[in-house]
């Protein structure tokens, strides 16, 4: 199951080898200087903008992969219905990071708390 961590000055979003093959994309790390805001969604479907290329997708049960939409683009790695960790980027390869985790709050306020110091 994917997961976001912070090692060093970076910020890590670690995949599954399931999930590189159905996101077409290796782990994710982006400095922290880039980390603009993180913050928890109850929905994670409703936090997904664009339309999925590449990646794997089913409707309200999966989603891993890019997203696009009027030049942005996100790397989300959604699985079934609840909350999701949102990381907006000022720069770099994605504009957001989305990942489903079941204690979003918790893991959101780490990462927040992290950043700020």
């Known amino acids: 199951m994917a997961h976001l961590t912070i090692d060093g000055g970076m910020l890590r979003l ?3 080898r399931l ?4 996101g ?3 782990d994710v790390e982006v400095p922290l200087t880039e980390v603009v805001e993180v913050h928890a969604v109850d929905d ?4 997904l903008r664009g339309i999925r290329a590449p990646g794997t997708g089913i ?5 891993i992969g890019t997203t696009r939409s009027k030049g942005l683009k996100d790397f989300c790695v959604v699985r079934g219905r609840g909350p999701a960790v949102v ?11 989305v990942v489903s985790d079941p204690a979003a709050d918790r893991t ?10």
Do not use: D, K, N, Q
């Open 108 to 117: 959101a306020a780490h990462l927040a708390a992290a950043i700020a110091s």
């Open 24 to 26: 077409l994309h290796r």
């Open 14 to 16: 670690s995949l599954s």
């Open 19 to 22: 999930e590189r093959l159905a």
């Open 44 to 47: 994670a479907w409703s936090a």
């Open 59 to 63: 409707p309200r049960v999966l989603m």
């Open 87 to 97: 990381v907006t980027l000022s720069v770099g390869e994605f504009s957001r990071l």
